[in-house]
């Protein structure tokens, strides 16, 4: 086995109860003690029930699911921490009907789960632009026409009708950043672009006329081959490299999860619109 990654045996031998994971989690996070995640205050005490506290200063009480992808999940943290290694070392990631068989819980549980997951992928709004040599290519994720139930189609032409239009950027050597298009206008590519990348910088796209504003603010080169899914799809690359052991990975996706709340309405509300 690679020295890289570490079995699903040692993973279970690391954390084999929610009480484990709760410690590794409150040592990641609270390196210094715990931290009230309502006042960022640290007069705290501890209550009679384990991994629970109280805040001294605003008078609030929280484990460390709150405020976290964790929060109000009945779900053991030891089996979150599996989901995640499951996230964080699947070559082509997991689909919410593998997460369910592995972990024992119904496929909508999964589902849930891997929305909140994908939710702390996404990148922060101070991230660093991307600088240097950096490669852009527009794509498009969805199911073919052709292969779809007559009641389905949209019958609206062929290409990349019904499908998902993503602006993939990655920096040569670097870092990769995927955005979902909503509206496939040269304003907003070109407004992801300016916020992605910093100006000034080395572009390689294809002959697109969306890429050809772009010239006077960025020395552009063209070349031929150059909201959650896509969040996944960008940590994986960057955060979760293969070449990164696995614990370190789980690390950094712990790093990510606070602050990144995701409710069941807010995630179906997304879905249906």
């Not at 003690?33 to 929280?62: E, L, M, Q, W």
């Not at 870092?175 to 909503?182: P, S």
């Amino acid at each position: 086995m690679s020295k890289s990654t570490i079995s699903t045996f040692k993973l279970f031998e690391l954390f084999p109860d929610n009480e484990a994971a709760r410690l590794y989690l409150e040592a990641r996070l609270w390196p210094n003690g715990s931290v009230c995640p309502d006042c960022k205050g640290d007069r705290i005490s501890k209550t009679k029930r384990v991994g629970f506290y109280h805040c001294n200063a605003c008078n609030f009480d929280f484990t460390i699911r709150t405020g976290t992808i964790f929060e109000r999940s009945k779900i053991p943290l030891n089996k979150w921490l599996y989901a995640m290694y499951l996230l964080v070392t699947a070559r082509k990631g997991i689909s919410s009907l593998q997460l369910a068989k592995e972990i024992g819980v119904t496929q909508k549980t999964a589902w849930f789960m891997l929305g909140r997951l994908r939710e702390a992928c996404s990148a922060p709004d101070s991230i660093d632009k991307l600088r240097g040599i950096v490669e852009i290519d527009e794509a498009f994720f969805g199911g073919k026409e052709g292969n779809k139930h007559e009641s389905k189609k949209l019958h609206a032409g062929r290409g990349s009708v019904g499908k998902t239009a993503v602006l993939g950027m990655r920096e040569r050597g670097g870092r990769t950043r995927a955005k979902v298009i909503e509206t496939r206008s040269i304003q907003s590519i070109q407004g992801e672009i300016f916020e992605q990348v910093e100006i000034g910088s080395q572009l390689y796209t294809d002959d697109h006329m969306v890429f050809n504003d772009l010239d006077g603010l960025f020395y552009r080169q063209r070349d031929g081959q150059p909201h959650r899914y896509v969040d996944e799809f960008s940590w994986r690359l960057n955060e979760g490299d293969v070449k990164r052991h696995t614990l370190e990975r789980l690390d950094s996706f712990i790093d990510v999860i606070v602050g990144k709340r995701l409710t069941y309405a807010r995630l179906i509300a997304v879905v249906i619109a």
